[in-house]
């Protein structure tokens, strides 16, 4: 499976592994949930290893979460391929994703949010998250996500307004509480 | 009717992405404009709203198991520790070993792994903290410090006291992942032996103290008011205990 020698791996300790959180925080925003975002952020990092010999130098962080992005929407696109279908569907059912824990922790607004967040499409839901949670700059999402700036900054527009809408819409809350 | 630079300019000025002379450019269009003050204030009111909530998940330590598991080329090269994170990886196998112990003393709290699970997530954390840039911490004996440290980087309390009087100095704190969940490590010192008190917020019921020992670590494990707690170290148990008392009552 591993093609890299002893001094590759080093290397690759050195300048993709420390990434592993924003690896698995890209995956699990994409995912919607924990599980499916470490089965997949494992593949991405085995892909990475065996690429990684095209790496050089550079944004290692861009580079690896270019390759996480790919991985999710491989892995949609085989077993959940209606949500890359969808634009907006209100009735798209966000899956149960922070522990009880993590809510308890950081309050009721955090579970609001996350299920605000996940309820967006998949390519918006992206752009914000690299923005917003990984302070990427619009350079570094385009670079990842392959798409032009300009339409990075046109889906973080669009991006924040169906967020600021759904948070802000009781109608769409309750319609959220009830799933 | 939205502005008509609400999905361009607007957003690139909000992320500070415009050179100096768009900027100036859109600042005097703000001056102007009646829709894009007010979406400015909304984008700054979710920003700040994301920010509070901790969005943010980091990987769990299996993850790391996994992809060392798998990819790691044969005869790995071992790395040669600081002394400092031996001592945090002694506790943590000390954790292990309460947990394994736990659970065969006490099948009814303990009927499954989940515990086992959690202690090897502490010794897969104590190795990450051996990476460059992540091992954090505060090293005070200000309780108010220390505190304040922890205050800014988790929104749970754990107890932070100096018993000094007692004999249990103040050395510091710091944070570690288990289960992709925060925990904190308040650390104290008692005649040269160094305690790792581990806590995070749990919602079981309060459970009395259980202690244990295995290779030269005591151990005391309880649940006080919401918080899983566990005191570590390499000195007798008789001598810990105090420490125990101290932060419970």
Not at chain 1, 9 to 32: C, G, S, T, Y
Not at chain 1, 128 to 136: A, Q, T
Not at chain 2, 66 to 77: F, S, V
């Amino acid at each position: 499976m591993n093609d890299l020698d002893a001094e590759d791996w080093q290397r690759f300790e050195q300048l993709v592994l420390p990434h592993k959180d924003n690896a698995f925080n890209l995956a699990r925003w994409i995912m919607r949930n924990r599980v499916d975002a470490e089965d997949v952020a494992q593949e991405a990092f085995l892909r990475a290893c065996r690429f990684f010999r095209g790496f050089h130098g550079g944004d290692a962080r861009a580079w690896l979460l270019q390759i996480v992005r790919n991985t999710c929407y491989s892995w949609l696109e085989k077993n959940r391929p209606r949500e890359l279908m969808v634009e907006f569907e209100e009735e798209l059912h966000p899956q149960a994703a922070a522990t009880p824990e993590s809510i308890a922790v950081a309050g009721e607004d955090r579970e609001r949010l996350v299920r605000a967040l996940e309820n967006l499409p998949p390519r918006f839901r992206e752009v914000l998250v690299l923005r917003e949670l990984e302070g990427c700059s619009y350079k570094e999402i385009a670079a990842i996500t392959s798409m032009p700036i300009g339409t990075v900054m046109s889906s973080l527009s669009r991006a924040r307004r169906q967020l600021h809408s759904t948070l802000a819409n009781p109608t769409n809350e309750e319609a959220l509480h009830a799933v | 009717m939205r502005c008509e630079f609400a999905d361009s300019l607007l957003q690139g000025y909000f992320d500070g992405e415009l050179t100096g002379a768009s900027a100036a450019e859109f600042e005097r269009h703000l001056q102007h404009c009646v829709d894009c003050p007010v979406e400015l204030v909304d984008l700054d009111l979710l920003r700040g709203r994301l920010q509070v909530a901790r969005l943010y998940e980091v990987a769990p330590a299996s993850l790391r198991r996994k992809i060392y598991a798998e990819l790691r080329p044969e005869a790995p090269k071992t790395v040669m520790a600081k002394p400092l994170v031996w001592q945090w990886l002694a506790a943590a196998a000390a954790l292990v070993l309460l947990a394994v112990a736990g659970w065969q003393l006490n099948p009814f709290l303990r009927t499954d792994d989940y515990q086992a699970e959690v202690a090897e997530e502490i010794v897969e954390a104590h190795v990450h903290s051996l990476e460059p840039g992540h091992l954090t911490g505060i090293r005070s004996a200000d309780v108010q410090a220390v505190n304040g440290w922890f205050s800014a980087k988790v929104s749970f309390a754990p107890p932070v006291h100096n018993y000094s009087k007692e004999g249990f100095e103040l050395q510091g704190g710091r944070l570690d992942m288990v289960e992709g969940r925060t925990v904190a490590a308040v650390v104290y010192e008692h005649n040269g032996h160094r305690i790792n008190v581990f806590a995070w917020p749990t919602r079981e019921r309060d459970d009395a103290p259980h202690a244990g020992s295995r290779q030269g670590y005591e151990w005391i494990a309880w649940r006080k008011a919401k918080m899983e707690f566990c005191a570590v170290s390499d000195m007798p148990a008789a001598e810990l205990q105090p420490l125990q008392r101290l932060i419970t009552d």
